[in-house]
């Protein structure tokens, strides 16, 4: 019997450990989940949430950093985003996922001055300790989560669908699935794929 | 003489160049790249995505390296995903200079929603990805690997 308690003790050890080190990134938000709110700290050195925006029909919450080519091409995308849907009542909150200590460019101070050479009117606010974009299921910068009104996942993926050309997309998946959420039907597509540089994280 | 030797250094500059260009083939549209994740043979094919502007890509490239050499059994790909317009300026001088050894393409088809499932449905976009198949068996990967050892290791998986 003792020995049994022994064990489980050992088991128990040996699961708490495995939970607490493991990011598993996979397991993420699907369309038509409910999205948890959360307190990050922007450039500005403000906490931000999404239930900071009262009059808010919705956000787009935008995965992104300062390193990734990807991003970096997006970044004004990002920004006009902003202009072009904060007051119609869709802001952008932009979360840097990275760990700068794997990836030194990523550091709330290197997104001070990223935000401040490319005039970010959202907020870019850091997910320091990684707890946010597990619990999203981002995987990769840049990536959107668009939630409506109540939180709810209505897209996610990519911005649109020229990464490399702004002047040349054909689909714009966040002007859609907006358009769709303001008709209040369910966009099409509800989800997209692309290319994106990894989220860093320490492996177990 | 030094007109000749001239000539035959010429000759295999330009015999150099050619080959590091025939090399590279680059694919503007994942039909014309989708071959490549179908060979019917008995080899194991190990293709990776990668890119020069990704850093655990490039940390990673040693071991596919070392796995190219290694058995005649596997073929691997390096499927660079880098921009069109950086080709010229960032893939080629790293591929000067890295001396890779496996076989190289380029693919250059941006339209990614309409292609990365026909990779693996697994498959969010985030790279390096790796995808490993020999005739129906494969398996897929969306992380970088750590050793040579780890890449065998799932190899060993799909070796029926």
Known sequence: ???????????????????????????????????????????????????????????????????????????????????????AGYPVIAINPNDPSIKTGDSYDAMKIRAEEKGFDFPYVFDEGQKVFPVYGATKTPHVYILDQDMIVKYIGAIDDNPGDAEMVDMNYVDNAIASIQKGVNPDPASTKAIGCSIKYKKS | MKFISLSALLTLMMLEMSHAQAELTVYESFDDFEHLLHSDDDKIHVINFWATWCKPCIEELPYFEELNASEDNIEVILVSLDFKNQIETKLKPFLERQKLQSDIVVLTDTKYNNWLDKVSDEWSGAIPATYIYRGKASVFREEDFKSVEEIESIINSIKI
């Open chain 1, 1 to 87: 019997m003792r020995q049994f308690f022994i064990l489980s003790f050992l088991v128990g050890c040996f699961l708490s450990v495995q939970l607490h080190a493991e990011i598993n990134p996979g397991n993420g938000y699907k369309v038509g989940d409910k999205a948890a709110d959360f307190s990050l700290k922007s450039v500005d050195g403000q906490m931000v949430s999404l239930s900071d925006y009262k009059d808010a029909k919705g956000y787009i919450v935008v995965f992104t950093c300062n390193t990734c080519p990807f991003s970096v091409k997006y970044e004004d995308r990002i920004n006009e985003m902003h202009q072009k849907y904060a007051d």
